[in-house]
């Protein structure tokens, strides 16, 4: 364990544990410190690393204006009493991957990282950034037997954004003025709803036409693999990071933010027992309230489709893991 503030005792400041110090986890640490949100504990099993990652993010503690604590550790026990966990441990994609193609690696990782950090904050909210994103939520969910509100996955909000700035670059506009809303699992069957996004209000389907349309879901849909593709040897992790802060946020302020998220649907949209993403309200709680938009028939066989899809790999899963939940 590496800290510069033992004096600081433990439980008086909202605390947040980030399992897995690679690119997202550690860029996520310095964006929750230096907002001024909570102290954070960085974990992953490679000793040394996180610790010279919290070292290293303490010495910026006065050129940034916070006192946030940062822990850098590989034992769970300094976990403890943590308000949110979040987990972005696992393997990043390489050029050529899919998400799903990292179910045998990632699955493992993030049962085993759950259920040892559930176990020492057993009322902390879980999110999951790790993919294939809803599977691992889902698969996290079951192995540390939380309730389904008080576990999320990260991947609507990142979605949201890169089609928010897509819309941005294409109208010439700033990007805060664009409001967006993506649904289904996070890959090639996500669900952009482009009725639902909106420039300063006016519905972005007034300001261009279908053929500009399609081609900006299309980018976002492939938003992820691009960066894969160009930088060769590994993935995004600034928006990734970005979009986790701002649910942690919503979280430990309790701001019930509405956001898309993967949650677990228990008849919402006609779909059951599955992870997938759709507009929800955050708070301290986890998963306030979930909203069930308005669709299209097309728009609904896609959120089926995306499903389907996602409890096929739950289910791939629980094959190579059958003792997942034990």
């Not at 005792?9 to 860029?27: D, E, H, L, M, Y």
């Not at 929750?32 to 992953?44: K, P, T």
């Not at 790790?130 to 991947?155: C, I, K, Q, S, Y």
């Not at 299209?296 to 790999?313: G, I, P």
Request: proline share 4%.
């Amino acid at each position: 364990m590496q800290t510069l503030n033992p004096a600081c005792p433990a439980g008086t400041q909202n605390r947040v544990s980030i399992i897995g110090a690679g690119k997202v986890g550690s860029t996520l640490a310095h964006g929750i410190i230096s907002r001024n949100l909570a102290d954070v504990v960085l974990l992953d099993i490679q000793d040394g690393l996180p610790q010279g990652i919290a070292l290293d993010l303490m010495e910026a503690r006065g050129l940034e204006g916070h006192d946030r604590q940062i822990i850098g550790t590989s034992d769970y026990a300094d976990t403890a009493n943590s308000d949110v966990v979040v987990i972005t441990a696992g393997r990043a994609r390489l050029p050529g991957m899919s998400r799903d193609d990292l179910i045998e690696t990632n699955a493992k990782i993030v049962i085993e990282a759950a259920k040892k950090a559930i176990a020492h904050s057993p009322n902390a909210v879980l999110i999951v950034v790790t993919n294939p994103l809803d599977v691992m939520t889902h698969l996290a969910w079951e192995a540390t037997g939380l309730p389904a509100r008080r576990v999320v996955g990260m991947a609507g909000v990142l979605d949201a954004s890169r089609l928010q700035v897509f819309i941005a670059a294409e109208l010439g506009v700033s990007a805060r003025d664009v409001q967006t809303m993506v649904l289904g699992n996070h890959g090639n069957m996500m669900v952009p709803l482009p009725r639902y996004c909106t420039v300063g209000g006016i519905p972005i389907t007034k300001l261009m036409d279908d053929e500009k349309i399609d081609r900006l879901v299309q980018r976002t849909r492939q938003g992820g693999t691009e960066i894969v593709e160009l930088m060769k040897t590994g993935g995004a992790y600034y928006a990734p990071a970005a979009s986790t802060c701002l649910m942690v946020e919503s979280i430990l302020l309790n701001q019930f933010r509405l956001v898309s998220a993967a949650v677990y649907l228990q008849g919402e949209y006609g779909i059951k027992d599955v992870f997938l993403g759709v507009c929800c309200r955050l708070s301290g709680q986890g998963v306030e309230q979930i909203f069930e938009l308005d669709l299209t028939e097309k728009e609904h066989e896609a959120l089926q489709a995306a499903a389907d899809l996602v409890r096929q790999n739950v289910d791939r899963a629980k094959l190579i893991f059958p003792n997942a939940a034990l």
